[in-house]
């Protein structure tokens, strides 16, 4: 159980397109989910929480404009990476913490790479 | 505000022989622990988590991790290693209750040599 559904795994654009990752919470309901972006050989950082029916909270230093969530049912969040640019490459992780759970639940994982 | 401290960006060890991967904490509250494991381009999978319970903790696939408030540690362990444990090694704390955003170290990558 409580297992975090991302898409795609890897994506591929051009430079100045935008970019949609999907998170999905398969068997429980997310109220609050968390998407983290990771450098390489760098640790996760927080980017933004995503709060069901209302707005994202960032983290500073993220632009909103630029990373636009939206988590607009108890199972989906997702994150828009507007007018991508090559420093936008990165591994983008989302998460969630399924009430009553053992621990945080993880997404897969998704490798954009911006040409 | 809390932070995390992974003492070894790299260890490598010989397949059979014992594993210590080191993490030292600070936090106001009473914190929550975790150890998680990344594959390479996977995502996170949780090894074990502390909750002021018992201090030695039992995770999955023969890990352990001992909380040591004294100490402010939280060392990952394992008494064998195998070749399917070389990963990217996370140690990770939230303030009490675990609702809260999560705080990552830097990671240690492990190796395990045949």
């Known amino acids: 159980g409580a297992v975090v559904s991302q898409h795609p795994s890897r994506v591929i654009c051009k430079s100045g397109t935008s970019v949609k990752i999907e998170c999905r919470s398969l068997?429980?309901?997310?109220?609050?989910m968390f998407w983290y972006r990771q450098f390489p050989k760098q640790s996760l950082m927080l980017m933004a929480t995503s709060n069901e029916g209302s707005k994202a909270t960032y983290e500073q230093g993220v632009e909103k404009d630029k990373f636009l969530i939206n988590h607009a049912s108890l199972t989906l969040s997702t994150l828009t990476v507007t007018s991508a640019h090559p420093e936008d490459s990165s591994f983008y992780i989302c998460s969630a913490f399924p009430r009553g759970v053992y621990g945080y639940t993880f997404g897969s994982g998704t490798r954009l790479t911006v040409v | 505000a809390q932070s995390v401290t992974q003492l070894d960006s790299h260890v490598s060890v010989s397949e059979g022989t014992p594993v210590l991967l080191r993490c030292n904490y600070s936090?106001?509250?009473?914190?929550?622990l975790f150890w998680y494991v990344q594959h390479p381009n996977k995502g996170l999978q949780l090894l074990l988590k502390y909750t002021s319970a018992a201090t030695l903790v039992k995770g999955i696939n023969g890990f352990e991790a001992e909380f040591k408030k004294s100490e402010t540690s939280f060392h990952l362990t394992k008494p064998s290693a195998h070749m399917s444990d070389a990963a990217e090694y996370f140690c990770?704390?939230?303030?009490?209750?675990?609702?809260?955003?999560?705080?990552f170290g830097k990671g240690t990558k492990l190796t395990v040599n045949p």
């Open positions: 936090s106001s509250y009473s914190p929550s």
């Open positions: 068997d429980f309901q997310a109220t609050t």
């Open positions: 990770v704390v939230s303030e009490e209750g675990g609702s809260e955003k999560l705080v």
